[in-house]
T-cell receptor, first 119, second 113 residues
C-alpha cells in the first residue's frame, strides 16, 4: 500500500528555472492539495483539486501552476523559480463524504514532502 | 485576525504530566476539527478529529471542542518523550468546497525525562 508519494524528496535549483514537483496517490481520493511550509507561516495552501481537471487557487498560488489529468497525480510546477519559493512542499489527499445532508471533509493524508532550495 | 490561533509555545512538560494544547478559531462556520502531529523533518500525521461539542478520547489523547467559545484543545495524558513534536490544529466547514483545511501555526511540545 504505497499511499501518497512525492518526488523528488530533495531538489536544488537556480533562480529562473522551471521545476515540477510530483505527487501520486494510490487511494483514488477525489481531493488533492499542495501546501508549502515555512517557519513562521505554518502550512499554507497553494492549490487544490476536487477531481481530475478541476483545480482552484489556495492562499498563495502566485508563481505556481498545477494540472490534474488523472485522479492519482497532481503535479505542481514552479514556472520560474524564485528564492522566496525555497520551502518544504507537502502534497495531501482526502475523500469527502456525506454526513447527513452535508458534505464533510475527511482526513487529509500527507505525502513525505519535498524540500526545495532555490539558489 | 488569524483564522486559527494556537498557543504559541514552545510548551515544555515533564514526562508523565498532562500536556494541554489549545486552539481558537474565528470562523463560526467551522465544523470539523483535526489535530495533527508533526515530527521534525516529517510530514503531518493525524492524531484525532472531532465534530461534536464535548470530549473525545483515544488512548492517552483527549480532544475537547466548545463551539460556543470557539476553541478546540488537545490533552495528552502521561506525556512521553516520544510525544515531543509540533502539534497542528486544523478545521474546515461543512459544505465548503473541496474539503479545504485551515491550519494553525503549530505548537512545539517538548516532553523532558
Amino acid at each position: 500500500d504505497a499511499g501518497i508519494t512525492q518526488s523528488p524528496r530533495y531538489k536544488i535549483t537556480e533562480t529562473g528555472r522551471q521545476v515540477t514537483l510530483m505527487c501520486h496517490q494510490t487511494w483514488s481520493h477525489s481531493y488533492m492539495f499542495w501546501y508549502r511550509q515555512d517557519l513562521g507561516h505554518g502550512l499554507r495552501l497553494i492549490y487544490y483539486s476536487a477531481a481530475a481537471d478541476i483545480t482552484d487557487k489556495g492562499e498563495v498560488p502566485d508563481g505556481y501552476v498545477v494540472s490534474r489529468s488523472k485522479t492519482e497525480n497532481f503535479p505542481l510546477t514552479l514556472e520560474s523559480a524564485t528564492r522566496s519559493q525555497t520551502s518544504v512542499y507537502f502534497c495531501a489527499s482526502s475523500e469527502s463524504r456525506l454526513a447527513g445532508r452535508l458534505f464533510t471533509t475527511d482526513t487529509q493524508y500527507f505525502g513525505p514532502g519535498t524540500r526545495l532550495t532555490v539558489l | 485576525q488569524k483564522e486559527v490561533e494556537q498557543n504559541s509555545g514552545p510548551l515544555s512538560v515533564p514526562e508523565g504530566a498532562i500536556a494541554s494544547l489549545n486552539c481558537t478559531y474565528s470562523d463560526r462556520g467551522s465544523q470539523s476539527f483535526f489535530w495533527y502531529r508533526q515530527y521534525s523533518g516529517k510530514s503531518p500525521e493525524l492524531i484525532m478529529f472531532i465534530y461534536s461539542n464535548g470530549d473525545k478520547e483515544d488512548g492517552r489523547f483527549t480532544a475537547q471542542l466548545n463551539k460556543a467559545s470557539q476553541y478546540v484543545s488537545l490533552l495528552i495524558r502521561d506525556s512521553q518523550p516520544s510525544d515531543s513534536a509540533t502539534y497542528l490544529c486544523a478545521m474546515s466547514a461543512h459544505g465548503t468546497s473541496y474539503g479545504k483545511l485551515t491550519f494553525g501555526q503549530g505548537t512545539i511540545l517538548t516532553v523532558h525525562p
